[in-house]
């Protein structure tokens, strides 16, 4: 089976393994519109723009859970503003692999958006791709540390 992700020698960008397709949602809309649309997109997260549509923060699958359905209280009725998860970790598409990698485990995050030079999301990646981009990629093995690669796998567990 041929791999999906760039075969290098070189150091690997989040650039090369990032996710194109960003799905997105605004301050105002619901946590309940924030489901369906990750349900309807089948996206575990959503990258939250502001009005001049740069990268304000993300609403993950987790946000959802602990901070609505763990609260009993009606999606219908609570903003995305109300449940954001601040401040939002950016990267650029020319950050290295293993330095988003570690990113992610020092912020006990999952998921980073990639921005441009004026903060406008243009992707996202997470733990499970850089993780799946190691594992398929030898050269890749040498790039992010034992300890990074298994502190995302931990992380990975809880999807």
């Known amino acids: 089976m041929a791999s999906r ?20 949602i605004n301050f105002l809309n619901t946590a309940q519109e924030a489901a369906l649309k990750m349900a309807d997109k089948n996206v575990s997260s ?63 995050l999952r998921h980073l958006i990639v921005a441009d030079e004026n903060n406008a999301p243009i992707g996202i990646v997470s733990a499970t791709d850089i993780v799946g981009f190691i594992r398929e990629n030898n050269v890749a093995k040498t790039q992010v540390s034992k300890e990074i690669l298994e502190a995302l796998e931990r992380e990975g567990r809880y999807y």
Not at 5 to 24: A, F, S
Not at 64 to 90: A, E, G
């Open 5 to 24: 992700y760039p075969e290098t020698g070189t150091i690997t960008k989040v650039g090369e393994i990032m996710t194109e397709r960003l799905e997105t």
């Open 46 to 108: 959503l990258a939250v723009i502001d009005d001049d549509g740069k990268a304000a923060g993300i609403v993950t699958e987790r946000d959802l859970v602990r901070r609505v359905c763990t609260k009993n209280t009606h999606s219908s009725m609570i903003t995305i503003q109300n449940i954001i998860s601040v401040p939002v970790k950016t990267v650029s598409p020319d950050t290295a692999i293993d330095e988003a990698a570690d990113i992610m485990v020092r912020n006990k």
